[in-house]
């Protein structure tokens, strides 16, 4: 189970830059799972499996949830499962737990309950497993209202606020506004608020706020000092560039220093 952290380090890495973010999450996905070798636990290797069988789940029965699974829900799926660098056996693995998420009768709440134990105290790897979700849902088009109240349902079984699931979404749709890459292109205001989760009729001291708020809540530095695995330091480190992004659209917009 050593590609763990390479396959949600790759998985990160798409969400967050395409194809090279893919590339520089796997790598440092391996970081992470070089500094386990010869440590991983039971449980530890437990946790591994559990994250990886519910995230397909979970991505399946949200593909489902509005009746039938397009075309394009089986693509992301599948471009998720090859951005983890996957083998035959693990592509068999996820596939099967993709449609077993698909099951009217899946048990979500209790396999996220099951998960939340596992890792309720990593709230990086209760943001990871939402940010994958949420980029799924995004990536197969416009999010339904079943969709959309399905993605409140496991983000609140893993302690993630309205809020901070709306900043998730803003952040996933800012970086695939700007480009696959994440370099290049202009954030809309409209987004640049989302981000900051303000509202645009707030005063300048308020945006101030919110963007200092929201830094120190994401600086890759302290992130891991917090216990933040390095496959996600990517992901950290996007965030803020995008968070930076927004409050510049607005800075530039208001003319305020």
């Known amino acids: 189970?050593?590609?763990?952290?390479?396959?949600?380090?790759?998985?990160?890495?798409?969400?967050?830059?395409?194809?090279?973010?893919?590339?520089?999450?796997?790598?440092?996905?391996?970081?992470?799972?070089?500094?386990?070798?010869?440590?991983?636990?039971?449980?530890?290797?437990?946790?591994?499996?559990?994250?990886?069988?519910?995230?397909?789940?979970?991505?399946?029965?949200?593909?489902?949830?509005?009746?039938?699974?397009?075309?394009?829900?089986?693509?992301?799926?599948?471009?998720?499962?090859?951005?983890?660098?996957?083998?035959?056996?693990?592509?068999?693995?996820?596939?099967?737990?993709?449609?077993?998420?698909?099951?009217?009768?899946?048990?979500?709440?209790?396999?996220?309950?099951?998960?939340?134990?596992?890792?309720?105290?990593?709230?990086?790897?209760?943001?990871?497993?939402?940010?994958?979700?949420?980029?799924?849902?995004?990536?197969?088009?416009?999010i339904a209202n079943a969709k959309r109240k399905l993605l409140w349902e496991v983000a609140r079984a893993l302690g993630i606020g309205r809020v901070e699931l709306a900043q998730i979404e803003a952040l996933v749709r800012a970086q695939t506004q700007r480009s696959p890459q994440g370099q290049g292109g202009t954030i809309s205001l409209d987004a640049a608020y989302r981000v900051l989760g303000v509202d645009p009729s707030v005063g300048d001291k308020d945006v101030k706020t919110a963007y200092r708020r929201l830094m120190n809540q994401h600086h890759p530095d302290k992130l891991v000092s917090r216990g933040l695995p390095a496959s996600m330091m990517a992901l950290a480190e996007q965030k803020t560039r995008e968070i930076r992004a927004a409050y510049e659209r607005i800075k530039a917009q208001r003319g305020f220093r």
Request: aromatic share 8%.
């Open 1 to 142: 189970m050593q590609w763990f952290g390479k396959a949600v380090g790759a998985a990160l890495g798409l969400i967050i830059g395409g194809p090279v973010g893919s590339v520089l999450g796997a790598l440092l996905g391996h970081q992470f799972d070089a500094g386990f070798t010869g440590q991983a636990s039971g449980a530890y290797a437990e946790t591994q499996n559990l994250f990886f069988e519910i995230t397909f789940e979970v991505m399946g029965h949200l593909a489902k949830v509005d009746g039938r699974v397009s075309e394009e829900e089986i693509t992301i799926a599948r471009r998720i499962m090859h951005a983890m660098h996957l083998s035959p056996e693990q592509v068999r693995v996820a596939i099967d737990r993709f449609t077993t998420g698909k099951r009217a009768e899946y048990p979500l709440g209790e396999r996220l309950a099951e998960l939340g134990r596992r890792i309720g105290r990593r709230r990086d790897l209760c943001r990871a497993f939402v940010e994958i979700q949420v980029q799924a849902a995004v990536g197969s088009g416009e």
